[in-house]
């Protein structure tokens, strides 16, 4: 099996020399419907071995800038001592001024992740692609869970950008209109994306569910949800955001691979390297 993202070679990859860090973050403990995002990062970095190193659209490598991978972290189950090592694994990797981009595991993680980055940049304005708001106080008795995931980072951070949503609960729609936070639903997001992007600025994390995209492409999530996005759009979207500011950090979650499927996968293994090639290249 492939532990090191696009399988690059050791010059590449070692961790001095790194512009970007790959984290691996198998965390899965609240789970609600289909299981096994803590099989996402190693599914993600398997495939990602078929990935082209060369970017045809961007005409780049950004692989030649270094892409370090970093060893997955383990867990207790005790659900506040697994946050804080998260926090401070990122933490440390901020301190030597690398990329990182996490590959989940359970949406929650976002949380412990969007912590280091807190102390770095407050400043930061959050953007969150994802099918659901995740903005319930608790879900199953835990204010942990996946479903709460953007409540605990909103309790930090109120510049919020939600993208795509196409489920939510009362609670939540209700949370949104009060706090007058930015939701743009999927029915609508297409024709407003141009609108969002002119009210982002200065630093920026990407937090990223791949249940934004539609089950046509994304089935292997533990909550699909349909009409969602599709490949060229979302692109589209990434590129003016990374134009629109300075992506600090990302995430991309909630990948819970098939057996016998493969194409998920490797998706999900371009985004992330779609990610670091729209950090890493030279715009102009």
């Not at 492939?2 to 899965?28: H, M, R």
């Not at 301190?95 to 412990?112: C, D, I, T, W």
């Not at 994390?205 to 046509?216: E, G, K, L, R, T």
Request: proline share 5%.
């Amino acid at each position: 099996m492939n532990t090191t993202f696009l399988g690059i070679e050791e010059k590449y990859s070692t961790y001095d020399e790194a512009a970007c860090v790959v984290l691996p973050v198998p965390y899965e403990q609240t789970t609600s419907y289909g299981s096994g995002t803590a099989n996402g990062p190693a599914a993600i970095l398997e495939a990602s071995a078929y990935v082209e190193l060369y970017d045809e659209v961007y005409g780049t490598e950004v692989y030649k800038k270094g892409i370090h991978t970093d060893a997955p972290l383990s867990f207790t189950g005790k659900v506040e001592q697994d946050f804080e090592k998260i926090t401070r694994r990122v933490a440390g990797h901020l301190r030597q001024n690398k990329f990182v981009v996490a590959l989940g595991g359970e949406h929650s993680v976002s949380y412990p992740l969007y912590r280091a980055y807190h102390e770095f940049f407050p400043d930061m304005t959050v953007v969150q692609f994802d099918a659901h708001s995740d903005l319930r106080e608790s879900y199953e008795g835990s204010i942990y869970s996946h479903a709460s995931v953007m409540k605990r980072i909103y309790t930090l951070n109120r510049r919020l950008f939600q993208i795509g949503i196409r489920s939510q609960c009362a609670e939540e729609a209700s949370f949104i209109k009060q706090e007058a936070i930015h939701t743009l639903y999927a029915h609508e997001t297409r024709s407003e994306w141009p609108q969002i992007v002119s009210k982002i600025s200065g630093n920026i994390y990407i937090s990223f569910d791949v249940d934004f995209w539609d089950p046509a492409i994304m089935p292997a999530t533990g909550t699909p949800e349909p009409g969602g996005f599709f490949w060229d759009e979302t692109m589209l979207f990434l590129e003016e955001l990374f134009r629109a500011g300075n992506v600090v950090g990302c995430d991309v979650v909630e990948l819970s691979p098939l057996k016998g499927l493969t194409h998920p996968d490797f998706t999900v293994a371009k985004l992330v390297h779609k990610l670091i090639t729209l950090k890493l290249k030279e715009y102009t």
